[in-house]
């Protein structure tokens, strides 16, 4: 299995309100970075046999976006084991449930994601992956251990986007 772990899109501020921070949704900056995600992901030909969310708005949000914007067509499934407050044997519960499928991308929140990455790739929790706001990473579960196969963030989605927009050939004068 190729398993994509999603940090969920920019939502602005967090509330000190529990209640309230967990319907906090994408602001227009995040939806903007769930595009760009999503069109580096088809420009890599990804697709995804299944996509899961953290129940908390703002990665559902994200997940949706990105799904609609890749052609995904089935519903976003929802789990709690990819909430902020998760633990990593619920993780890999989920991990185990979706093991059957080729690609699957899962949408979650720091720090825990970042935790459960880095866990996943050293297998004791040696490791701590940054993982900025909308980045994604592929993990390759059939190796042993995990293998981080790449990281991508939308800032460097964008720098790349913009290099390859300009031409590849250098300028040279005619004299």
């Known amino acids: 299995m190729n398993l994509y772990l999603m940090r969920h899109a920019n939502a602005g501020l967090r509330r000190d309100n529990p209640t309230l921070d967990t319907k906090r949704a994408l602001i227009k900056e995040g939806k903007d970075q769930c595009m760009l995600m999503a069109r580096m992901l088809n420009a890599m030909k990804v697709q995804f046999d299944v996509i899961v969310s953290s129940p908390l708005k ?7 976006f990105v799904g609609t914007e890749m052609g995904y067509e089935a519903k976003v499934e929802v789990s709690p084991a990819l909430a902020p407050d998760a633990d990593f044997t619920a993780f890999q519960g989920l991990i185990d449930h979706y093991a059957e499928y080729e690609d699957v991308l899962m949408v ?3 720090p825990n994601l970042f935790k459960f990455l880095g866990r996943i790739i050293t297998g004791n929790g040696g490791a701590g992956v940054r993982m900025r706001k909308g980045s994604i990473a592929r993990i390759a579960m059939d190796n042993h251990p995990p293998l981080l196969q790449w990281l991508v963030d939308p800032r460097m989605a964008r720098n790349i986007y913009a290099s390859v927009a300009k031409s590849s050939r250098p300028k040279t004068s005619r004299k």
């Open 108 to 110: 979650g929140h720091n």
């Open 58 to 64: 703002r990665a559902l949000q994200t997940a949706q």
